[in-house]
């Protein structure tokens, strides 16, 4: 058989059986009955997407992300504070729903702070009887400013994040929890924020303005709650009824015809690979995860896996109504229940038939990118999962050359400053975005099929897709000794073992 067909086929066995249960290979995670979705659930539909969805409503206007207030009162210093507690939000016009929030609000208040600013954030974690972290995600921070999953935050217990951002740092970042065993709930429950780094000089004119959309999506019972997750959302990662823009539900934005925005894009849902478009508007790619690229490339789509951003200048030459939608993509599902993601309009912007103000012009160098060079390392990551049955059920794991994720391991040790040739080599039935903490890397290459691909453009990366059948090549450099993680993010992933431990030494 297959090994699709073998895995399928034990998913489908496993659920039939008086108690479906999947056993994940992890430190202090043995009593599954206890976690939520991990135990029998007749009564869940096992497709990702919910029958008879409730209607959000939509067309609101896009609500730009409030501001985290800086309490530091001069320059240089962005010092401010950040609660993970629990909070209601009201998706339904008539149903509250409980969610995890920073300060309040999901998702959490946007951070915008300076190349060479000192940031300190106290952090409080008010999430009853779970530990939290903040990991900031791909920004150049110490190894113990990361929040990592061997620095827990306990339940009701606070702590300081202090790091600086050095020159050359701006770009398009995230903040999220990272506690062990626990992030994907966390996360999918409402804690995920931006924050970007702010260049003091900046080739991108001013008249585009700076917008952030954080995409998340959403997954409501009958009475307004989040479900647990279902062993489909373990084996795929959970993917919501719903993709929300900052929020909301298709949103609307208002612009003059002839107006150029840029606008910052970010996939941090668990586990949606987003496939997008602009109809009636050009898009321009500026920037990646790590910040701008060196030149602008105009792009008809882009796909963003989970937890990649992009920057995009789009121009509205054309009055009318320009929307942002969803295309099909195909990155593997196990079991029933792959969600129909093509067609999905995100925002829809509506073009006046008056022209706007002359826009300046996108500079044709943005800023030069300099290549790692050659490394003095090579080291090759292999993705692949298990599924097996047992005495008492299913076990499962997504594992990384073989083993699944030990806290008490180090799986790779590494040399400060030295630069290293990283081949990530996906045997798995399914896509799966590679996060490398603590520093920016450059794709070099991708081989899939016998045919071998060189990046269109060069980028600074934390995140990067790696299909199913495909090696992707990366060269990245760690500056500061200490422990890094690396490992999927889709985040049932992650937690069910497809992660490890990078030991930096001076």
């Known amino acids: ?55 959000l409503p939509e067309g609101e ?22 609660t993970a507690a629990p909070a209601t939000a009201r998706f339904l016009a008539d149903q509250d729903t409980p969610i995890l929030a920073y300060n309040g609000i999901s998702p959490g208040p946007l951070i915008e702070a300076y190349e060479g600013d000192r940031v300190e954030i106290a952090f409080a974690n008010r999430i009853e009887g779970e530990p939290s972290t903040i990991h900031w995600h791909g920004m150049p921070v110490p190894p113990d400013q990361d929040g990592n999953p061997m620095d827990p935050v306990a339940a009701g217990a606070d702590r300081v994040y202090a790091f600086d951002l050095p020159e050359g740092s701006a770009g398009s970042y995230w903040y999220h929890p990272h506690p062990h065993g626990r992030t994907a ?41 989040m479900p647990d997750s279902t062993m489909n959302d373990l084996m795929n990662g959970r993917v919501g009824d719903h993709v929300l823009v900052n929020g909301q539900k298709n949103p609307k934005l208002a612009v003059a015809m002839g107006q150029r925005r840029r606008l910052r894009l970010y996939n941090a849902t668990n586990a949606r690979f987003l496939r997008l478009a602009f ?49 099909d993509y195909d990155r593997g599902w196990m079991g029933p229940g792959r969600p129909a993601d093509a067609g999905l309009t995100l925002l829809t912007v509506d073009v006046s038939a008056t022209a706007g103000q002359a826009m300046p012009p996108l500079p044709e160098r943005l800023r030069p990118i300099a290549p790692l060079g050659q490394p003095a390392v090579s080291r090759r990551l292999v993705f692949t999962e298990t599924m097996a049955m047992n005495a008492t059920g299913m076990e499962m794991g997504f594992l990384i050359n073989g083993k699944a994720f030990d806290m008490e391991r180090v799986d790779i040790v590494a040399r400060a400053g030295e630069t290293e040739l990283w081949e990530i080599v996906n045997l798995a039935d399914m896509d799966h975005p590679f996060h490398l903490h603590g520093t920016q890397f450059q ?28 090696t992707v090549r990366l060269i990245t ?10 490992h999927c993010h889709i985040l049932e992933h992650e937690q069910l073992g497809m992660m490890g431990i990078v030991d930096v030494r001076a």
């Open 477 to 486: 450099r760690q500056e500061r000794p200490g422990p890094r993680m690396y």
């Open 61 to 82: 206007a896009l609500r730009e992300l409030p501001l985290l207030a800086n309490e530091a009162g001069r320059p240089g210093l962005f010092k401010a504070k950040l």
């Open 279 to 327: 109809a009636n508007a050009a898009m321009t790619v500026i920037g990646s995860d790590g910040g701008l690229l060196e030149k602008p490339v105009a792009a008809d789509e882009i796909l963003l896996s989970p937890a990649e951003r992009v920057e995009l200048v789009v121009a509205f030459d054309r009055p009318g109504r320009a929307t942002l939608t969803t295309l």
């Open 1 to 55: 058989m297959h090994r699709r067909g073998f895995l399928v086929a034990g998913l489908a066995a496993a659920l039939s059986g008086p108690r479906a249960l999947a056993q994940m290979k992890m430190d202090d995670m043995s009593n599954m009955d206890s976690m939520p979705g991990m135990g029998g659930h007749a009564g869940h539909d096992m497709g990702a997407m919910s029958q008879g969805a409730a209607a």
């Open 185 to 225: 709930e966390q996360v999918y429950r409402g804690l995920a924020g931006a924050f970007v780094v702010k260049a003091n000089a900046d080739p991108v004119p001013a008249a585009y303005g700076d917008t952030v959309l954080m995409f998340t999506d959403l997954r409501l019972a009958a009475d307004g709650s």
């Open 443 to 470: 794709v070099i290459g991708r081989e899939r099929g016998g045919k071998v691909s060189k990046p269109p453009y060069l980028a600074w990366k934390d995140t990067v897709n790696v299909a199913r059948g495909e």
